[in-house]
């Protein structure tokens, strides 16, 4: 084998394990590949993979939502809600969970009550606004609302999901900062 050969074949292997070691932690539950938060005014854009100024409406529901969520979790909610009532289908429960995340963060604990269970309605399965809901439950003094949040989250993840670890840390009066 020519020394060019062993040199091309030594790269493939590399790349090859690298691409495996990447699969594992993605399937491990690694988040290393999150959102990045864009200047104000501006949308991250998966299929371009950069923040873009939203023309025309070119970046797709999908996109805004997952960034308006980037957003409220970089303590940036009004941005986050501005981002929101720009999508073209906004009754999902996901876009419902964003909007009630923000608004809680922004003081509006029943305000944010109300969309939680407007996304329930929509998805009685989704765990993670469960766990949301029951941390607002806490803000207003209601633990016995929480924990059934809480039980609910264990039927549909277990007790090891993060849904149920975290509500389970607020109601203990640990909750994520």
């Not at 996901?94 to 923000?102: E, I, L, M, S």
């Not at 309605?121 to 207003?140: C, F, N, Q, S, T």
């Not at 924990?147 to 993840?157: D, F, H, N, S």
Request: hydrophobic letters at 35%; proline letters at 4%.
């Amino acid at each position: 084998m020519t020394p060019n050969a062993a040199f091309k074949q030594s790269r493939l292997l590399i790349g090859g394990a690298l691409l495996l070691i990447s699969g594992l932690s993605h399937a491990m539950g690694d988040n290393s590949s999150t959102t990045p938060t864009c200047p104000k005014g501006q949308i991250y854009d998966s299929r371009t993979k950069s923040c873009m100024v939203d023309k025309g409406g070119m970046i797709s529901d999908a996109d805004r939502t997952r960034y308006a969520y980037t957003l409220a979790k970089a303590k940036r909610y009004q941005e986050a809600l501005a981002v929101l009532d720009t999508l073209k289908q906004p009754n999902t429960a996901q876009a419902w969970n964003y909007r009630g995340y923000a608004t809680r963060k922004l003081g509006r604990t029943d305000e944010g009550i109300g969309y939680y269970q407007r996304a329930i309605a929509l998805d009685p399965h989704y765990a993670l606004v469960r766990e949301y809901l029951g941390e607002a439950w806490m803000i207003k003094g209601r633990p016995d609302l929480a924990k059934a949040q809480l039980a609910t989250i264990k039927t549909l993840c277990g007790t090891g999901c993060e849904a149920y670890r975290d509500l389970s840390e607020a109601i203990k009066g640990h909750p994520e900062s």
